[in-house]
């Protein structure tokens, strides 16, 4: 059997006949409809062979691509083109259909192109043929060598890692058609670093050192070249790739010093870094796990060695406080070493390292130590005793100066107390346990020098006194008691049961006694031997008129040493009681109120407050009336601002007071009337026009001593016997002008226009701004202005 291979392009139509394909699967068969499949193909008119070119073709353009061919037999037509990249990279022979590239191809570019073929009529230009669609493959040739995808690669291994272990996976690609043999494939190798790593064929690189060490090079950089497998020759991609060793515990701490010298003084605090122990350790402070310890010596509970892996140190520090006095020099040896190192990687053969550690105590001036931390004595209540208890401070130096003591007076009831030089402590007051059950002092040392002055040095203690109990307190009543009985209770009515508490320590065997002070009442106390006792109804039925309540002394005993026995009022109120005998009618006991002394001086006071108070009010208001029977109204204590609401108009102020004050005085008049405390001004004024004198007058030695001098006298004296001014010191103005003068008074309050020369009458031509000067200096005959 024979088979007719058909290539068909994109869109194109059969190139074989159908009866001719049968022919050739069938032969012998007739060529009858009958024989023929029942699903017949629709014969097309597109014939051409699949068309492809090769990229980066040699040669001269255009390159030939293939034939473009329909089975329309006409003479008047042409082949077209039509896509992206008709007419630029390919063009077609209107009469032959040759299809050519015009431009050499890249495939690693575009590796298709997508056509659409034409046959249209060259005169009308309409298709003749439905357009088919064809692609166009562009060959790949190897002409692409492998590139890295990173220029530079950064990669870390551990330190002394085994042989073969993975560092890092580089690539690097290939553009070519991967789908070709061996276009794309890539293969590698070591330019630099190839003693130390090595490179597999798929790109990973390993380890081909188990010796690399940190501590001697950190840091490696290897280049990898990436090249065709069967491809362009010398044409190769490389990168970089820098690779980082990490740090592994592999090495022992080593001390830089074979002796170490401190020297510190005794007084250094415990926990305090005393100096410093340096080691070499050149691993990273992450992986430095130095242990410091004291290996030969006497002193591991003196001093504690603490490592600083950042600094690559030990940190000497005391335990226990240092003495010169009784040790003053300390030597022993450590050791350096490190537990957690992996022996696998031992880079060292010295698995430990010691040194010798010497401290040298230098002697300080110390304070007064006390003997003990904390003193406790024991004092009896209400007794004084000399000697309570001793306290004792020495000087730790080898001067062994005096102490002198004190009890501070901030102390808790250190008032009650003093010391002695020798440090015995005594009471100078007696206390008593329920008021003062422990006292606390705060003993002072202070250290002298040889003149007895204090040298600055001291210290202090803490001491407990405990007041101890004596029987002092008689037992009382439990708690207050209000006992009711009805008035008609039967003998033997159980009243009350009563307990009785003591002020002092009770002991778990106390034992209370319960008795009443007189037989000569209703009532009965049974003492039930368990500190507790009841109070009964002796005979029966109470008289409410004659008693409503009853006052009970109840002796309480205690069994101490001495036995004290006290005695507590029990007020047992009898009430009337319905026929189930509840209460329905009781008076009730009047309380007791306890006043204290403070009180009653506080309510003395505020009685007193009043009392001077109510004088005073009273005495106020008789002064005020013995003024009114005088007629005189006593005056405020204070001044007043008066305010006018009124415009100035210049001289025409004048009106607002009497210038014949003046004038008065000038001529030798009375004295006008004092006003009133009310000078508040009038709204219509007199305004008293002065006379006109003769200069002559006035001259010198008209009025004896001087007419200033004389009005200042008798101003005086009208202030000196006035009775109704106040009682303050005042400045008082007079506006009065002197008239000795030769050149004569310039002032318009004595001048009479009668004698000048002249003329003011035009004063009243112009306006009523200047009436008060026509009027004042004007022809008119009258003496006095009213407004």
């Known amino acids: 059997m024979q088979v007719l291979v058909v290539l068909l392009a994109a869109g194109g139509t059969c190139l074989g006949l159908l009866a001719a394909a049968a022919a050739a699967v069938n032969p012998g068969r007739p060529n009858t409809p009958s024989s023929l499949p029942i699903h017949r193909r629709q014969k097309r008119d597109w014939i051409w062979n699949q068309m492809h070119i090769d990229e980066e073709k040699n040669g001269s353009l255009p390159h030939y691509v293939g034939k473009i061919k329909s089975s329309v037999n006409r003479k008047n037509t042409k082949y077209q083109l039509k896509g992206e990249s008709a007419g630029k990279v390919f063009q077609v022979d209107e009469s032959t259909g040759d299809v050519y590239a015009f431009e050499r191809l890249d495939r690693e570019k575009l590796s298709e192109y997508h056509l659409v073929a034409l046959v249209v009529d060259k005169d009308t230009e309409k298709n003749l043929e439905s357009p088919s669609s064809f692609t166009i493959k562009v060959h790949d040739i190897n002409d692409n060598w492998p590139v890295f995808t990173h220029r530079v690669f950064n990669a870390s291994v551990p330190e002394m890692s085994g042989i073969g272990t993975s560092v890092i996976q580089v690539t690097a690609v290939d553009a070519d058609d991967p789908t070709v043999a061996d276009h794309a494939s890539v293969m590698y190798q070591l330019l630099k670093g190839e003693e130390h790593f090595s490179i597999r064929g798929s790109g990973l690189i390993v380890t081909a050192n188990k010796n690399l060490d940190r501590e001697k090079q950190a840091k490696y950089e290897i280049v990898v070249e990436a090249r065709d ?63 410091y310890s004291i290996v030969q010596g006497e002193y591991r509970d003196t001093f504690t ?49 010691i040194a010798r550690v010497i401290i040298n105590v230098t002697d300080v001036d110390e304070p007064p130590s006390f003997q003990q931390p904390f003193y406790h004595f024991q004092l009896r209540e209400n007794q004084k005793k000399p000697l309570i208890g001793s306290v004792l401070a020495v000087d730790p130096d080898a001067a062994k100066r005096s102490i002198r003591y004190s009890i501070r007076r901030t102390s808790d009831k250190g008032q009650f107390f003093g010391i002695t030089k020798q440090g015995n402590i005594y009471n ?154 509840e209460f329905t009618l009781c008076e009730e006991v009047a309380a007791q109120v306890g006043v204290s002394i403070q009180a ?188």
Request: with cysteine; glycine share 8%; charged share 25%.
């Open 229 to 291: 497998a069967q491809g362009l020759r010398g044409e190769s991609g490389t990168a970089t790739v820098l690779i980082s060793l990490q740090d592994v515990n592999d090495n022992f701490p080593i001390f830089t010093q074979s002796r170490y010298i401190f020297s510190v003084p005794e007084d250094i605090r415990v926990g305090s870094p005393l100096g410093s122990l340096f080691v070499e350790d050149p691993d990273e402070p992450q992986n430095r796990k130095t242990k």
């Open 305 to 353: 060695i603490e490592p600083d892996p950042t600094r690559n140190e030990g940190i000497i520090k005391p335990m226990k406080p240092l003495d010169y006095e009784h040790i003053r020099q300390y030597s022993f040896t450590i050791e350096a070493t490190d537990p957690t190192i992996d022996l696998r990687y031992l880079s060292s053969t010295s698995t430990k390292n």
């Open 428 to 581: 100078e007051k007696e206390l008593d346990r329920e008021v003062y059950p422990w006292c606390n002092l705060t003993v002072e040392a202070k250290e002298l020098d040889s003149s007895g002055t204090s040298t600055g040095k001291e210290s202090i203690v803490q001491v407990h006194i405990e007041v101890m109990d004596e029987n002092d307190n008689a037992p009382e009543f439990a708690k207050p008691y209000e006992p009711k009985v009805c008035e008609n209770a039967a003998q033997g009515k159980l009243v009350v049961q009563i307990s009785a508490i003591d002020k002092d320590i009770t002991p778990r065997d106390v034992k209370f006694k319960f008795s009443l002070s007189t037989e000569d009442s209703n009532f009965t106390l049974t003492d039930n031997h368990d500190n507790t006792a009841n109070i009964t109804v002796k005979y029966g039925y109470f008289d409410r008129e004659r008693a409503k309540v009853h006052h009970l002394p109840v002796l309480i005993s205690d069994n101490g040493r001495p036995s004290l026995t006290g005695t507590s009022m029990l007020d047992v109120t009898v009430c009337k009681c319905n026929e189930r005998g």
């Open 600 to 787: 009653l001086v506080a309510i003395f006071l505020c009685i007193l407050t009043i009392t001077v108070i109510t004088l005073l009010i009273i005495l106020r208001r008789r002064l005020r009336k013995q003024a009114r029977a005088h007629g005189k109204s006593v005056p405020e204590i204070h001044e007043q601002l008066v305010t006018y609401d009124e415009e100035g108009g210049g001289e025409m102020d004048t009106t607002s007071y009497d210038v014949s004050v003046l004038n008065s005085v000038r001529h030798g008049g009375t004295k006008p009337p004092r006003p009133a405390l009310d000078t508040r001004p009038s709204l219509y004024a007199q305004v008293q026009k002065p006379p006109r004198h003769a200069p002559g007058a006035h001259g010198p030695g008209a009025h004896g001593p001087g007419e200033m001098a004389a009005m200042i006298e008798v101003k005086k004296d009208e202030a000196d016997h006035d009775g109704g001014g106040p009682p303050y010191d005042t400045l008082h103005i007079y506006g009065y002008e002197g008239a000795e003068s030769i050149a004569e008074s310039l002032s318009s309050l004595g001048t009479d226009s009668s004698d000048s020369d002249i003329d003011y009458d035009f004063l009243n031509d112009w306006g009523p701004r200047f009436k008060m000067l026509a009027e004042l200096y004007g022809s008119d005959p009258r003496e006095e202005l009213v407004y």
